[in-house]
């Protein structure tokens, strides 16, 4: 029998953040094994009058796919990737890979090859701006590792943080979005970290349920060639299969000019990439009360509550600096007090101090204790 608590969550995916309609069409992406919310999301589709498409992909298979992959091969797949995309009105992504790092062993060129030739035609370039989509990951032993947690423990933490009342911390978010709309300048200081740039003009967006699961961020991007200063990162990142640490930027006229971390030469071999990956494509403040700690999984760590991400690569169309890039690399830092504090300046007023709100109207979304 399927867990009550995956049928609530199958629910709200296809309700509230894809808002399915009767006769349209929904790709369901699978990565991994367990397979309990896909069927629920399958069953609840049916039952919504939807018509679902189910993608499947094996971790471990697809790195040896990744291990020998060229240019041709990957816009073949792109290609006919593309045209099932185009098809969709909407789409969910569910991820439940048991080993993070899988991908950790394959060549930088090859990933480079896929994010080009695959990843920006289909995800970046058609399914991001053309479909109501969401991604999510599924709970297993892997991810309760990253946490520190037991699977039990880690599952109740989940389905917390994945059924919360989403509407409920959208209205609570609505002040912060106007307050960064309203911004035009912007100052962040902490731990070897200070950065200054404009946000005049840039569209603020929240992120409440809609796309991310979990959720809990409001975003938006500073003028492109507007960043100055440097910056360091206190949370671990995994990006295309690997795990960098202290992730360091420095900034002149918007371009990262320097970089430097765990991993120097895999860093800047990302943001080699293509001309706008050492640019920012978006500046955003976690809020979700229920995410404190980073685990490796950019879905819950950019939404830690008192974190800021910014994040080298492409823009949203949402709120959309012209950087194009087809990377998109969310960096975070966690600014409360046990992470080293911080603060968040707009137009030279103090909006956040170690990662708690200030202005009166910001206060409710300051993490419960």
């Known amino acids: ?105 394959v060549p930088g060129e090859k990933s480079q090859i896929y994010s080009l030739f695959y990843t920006g035609p289909v995800h970046t370039q058609q399914r991001v701006p053309h479909t109501k989509w969401c991604v999510l990951r599924y709970p297993n032993y892997a991810m309760a590792q990253a946490a520190g947690m037991s699977l039990a423990a880690f599952e109740d933490f989940y389905f917390r943080v994945c059924n919360l009342d989403y509407a409920e911390l959208s209205a609570a978010m609505t002040p912060l979005r106007e307050r960064m709309e309203k911004a035009e300048t912007a100052r962040i200081v902490g731990p070897d970290t200070d950065l200054r740039f404009s946000l005049k003009g ?60 765990s991993d120097a030469a895999g860093i800047n071999r990302i943001l080699d990439t293509d001309e706008g990956a050492r640019y920012i494509g978006e500046f955003a403040l976690g809020v979700n009360p229920f995410i404190l700690h980073p685990m490796k999984d950019i879905l819950f760590d950019e939404k830690i509550a008192g974190s800021f991400h910014f994040t080298p690569g492409a823009a949203y169309a949402e709120a959309d600096n012209g950087n194009k890039s087809v990377v998109h690399w969310d960096l975070v830092q966690i600014q409360r007090p046990e992470y080293g504090g911080g603060e968040i300046w707009f137009d030279g007023e103090l909006i956040r101090k170690d990662g708690l709100f200030i202005p009166r109207e910001l206060q409710g979304l300051n993490w419960r204790k």
């Open 1 to 105: 029998m399927l867990d009550e608590r995956l049928k609530k969550l199958a629910e709200n995916l296809l309700t509230y953040s894809v808002a399915l309609r009767p006769g349209e069409k929904i790709l369901l992406e699978f990565t991994g094994v367990e397979t309990p919310l896909v069927q629920a999301l399958i069953r609840q589709t049916y039952a919504l009058g939807g018509v679902p498409y189910l993608s499947l992909v094996h971790q471990t298979l697809w790195r040896e796919l990744l291990l020998g992959l060229e240019e041709g091969q990957a816009r073949d797949m792109a290609r006919w990737d593309l045209a099932r995309m185009r098809d969709m009105q909407a789409y969910i992504g569910v991820r439940a890979g048991e080993n993070a790092n899988e991908l950790a062993d």
């Open 202 to 261: 840039m569209a603020a967006v929240k992120c409440d349920g809609k796309m991310n699961i979990p959720d809990g961020e409001v975003f938006t991007a500073p003028v492109r060639d507007s960043v100055e200063g440097f910056v360091t990162f206190n949370a671990p990142s995994l990006y295309q299969g690997k795990t960098f640490e202290n992730v360091r930027l420095e900034f002149a006229a918007g371009r990262v000019t320097r970089a430097d971390g």
